[in-house]
């Protein structure tokens, strides 16, 4: 068996063909019976739970199926534009992701919003609802949580029998496999490392101490740059600062035409206080709205973490942001670079289908070609894995044909 450690491109979207569904009503929930959380900002009255500051959350228990889309029952005497978000949510470590902003709350309302949804192979099992700016007096009343069933994908994809023109693959199914689909794509051409797209040094900014420069002095020297209480370290050169103390600060950047294979490389750390933030999102703009999908842990000392992009849509700008319940906001970024990894092109060409069993053969391919497959599983209903990691191999050389001679 011959492999090649190469990079690969996503799959599309799976297909979702059956629902589940959970409702919690808040009068009942928020207590300490029950799995559901909320923060010192969440006060009870009357007529409910309410959000009495920025940063109020309620958040879910895991759930045993993938949340596609969460409506809310609220109400409020007061308009509360776009201030309120929904994450997946991490019920171990409070960390969130993948985050969707309800549409605008007029005045008065006592009715259902809905968040954007999220598609199965996000797998997201909780969420963490929040209050921003603006929102306070919003009270929840209920909420409902529509998902489909989780399929894992199948692990440990392997090949044997290699010759010039088939293969054997077999592979590791959960549970609740029904059926698999396995592509075989043809390797167009060799991987080529990796290129910095951009990269962004602020090592010609100095403030001698004044920590009130904005980011108009980063503007006009990066024009692809924008930001809201973006400033300089004191006393500090190669730097800038996200929020100066107690605001969030955000870091806007001028989208790619495409972020396939795209990652953002981060040097940063956090202010050394202990009330200090502690994370940093990314996220794009889309539709006026923020869609955050990653979080980077910050410690008190310079580190570098790095996101895949290969999500964000082409052209969106891309955003950095300090957010969360802590006093203190401050980011101390000291590199910021995109890097495209040029991953290697692939062509489509076989696609299998198996029912009750985990391996199967693949016919009809080139002598001295280099492939790579994936596995997908299914469950009874159809619901759709994400795709197995992918396994490369190299056909061998044809066979000889056999020449007999009579003599």
């Known amino acids: 068996m011959k492999k090649s450690p190469v990079a690969f491109a996503a799959l599309p979207v799976p297909m979702i063909l059956s629902a589940i569904s959970a409702n919690v009503t808040f009068d009942a929930a928020l207590t300490n019976t029950t799995e559901w959380t909320y923060s010192s900002d969440v006060k009870h009255n009357a007529t409910g739970y309410y959000t009495a500051g920025h940063g109020a959350r309620i958040a879910s228990p895991a759930f045993a199926f993938a949340i596609t889309s969460v409506v809310l029952h609220v109400k409020t005497t007061s308009s509360c534009t776009r201030n309120l978000v929904v994450s997946s949510y991490d019920p171990a470590t409070s960390a969130t992701r993948l985050s969707r902003t309800f549409p605008a709350i007029p005045k008065g309302a006592d009715d259902a919003v809905v968040a954007a949804a999220w598609e199965a192979f996000d797998q997201v099992r909780a969420v963490s609802i929040e209050s921003t700016e603006g929102a306070q007096n919003l009270y929840f009343l209920s909420a409902a949580l529509s998902g489909v069933p989780i399929v894992e994908a199948p692990a440990g994809l392997r090949t044997s029998d290699i010759s010039g023109t088939r293969c054997r693959l077999a592979w590791t199914n959960p549970e609740n496999a029904a059926s698999n689909r396995v592509d075989v794509s043809k390797i167009t051409r060799p991987a080529e490392g990796s290129s910095v797209e951009r990269k962004y040094d602020f090592g010609e900014f100095s403030n001698g101490g004044d920590t009130s420069q904005q980011t108009e002095r980063i503007v006009s020297t990066y024009p692809d740059l ?167 191999f190299t056909t061998d050389d044809a066979a000889l044909p056999l020449v007999l001679t009579l003599q």
């Open 226 to 392: 924008d930001g809201v209480m973006l400033c300089l370290p004191t006393n500090s050169t190669g730097q800038i600062q996200l929020s100066s103390r107690d605001d969030k600060g955000i870091l806007s950047i001028r989208g790619f035409e495409s972020c396939k294979g795209l990652r953002l490389e981060l040097v940063a750390r956090h202010y050394d206080h202990v009330d200090e933030v502690k994370s940093v999102s990314v996220g794009y703009v889309r539709d006026g709205a923020t869609n955050d999908f990653a979080s980077v842990e910050l410690t008190g000392e310079f580190s570098r973490s790095s996101v895949s992009l290969a999500d964000v849509p082409d052209d969106a700008r891309i955003v950095l942001n300090n957010s969360g319940n802590k006093k203190y906001h401050r980011v101390i970024i000291d590199e910021l670079s995109f890097v495209r990894d040029h991953a290697v092109e692939t062509n489509l060409v076989k696609t299998a289908f198996a029912a009750g069993t985990t391996t199967c053969s693949v016919k009809g391919l080139v002598p001295r070609t280099q492939y790579v497959a994936r596995a997908t599983a299914f469950d009874a209903d159809g619901n759709e894995s994400a795709p197995s990691d992918p396994t490369s």
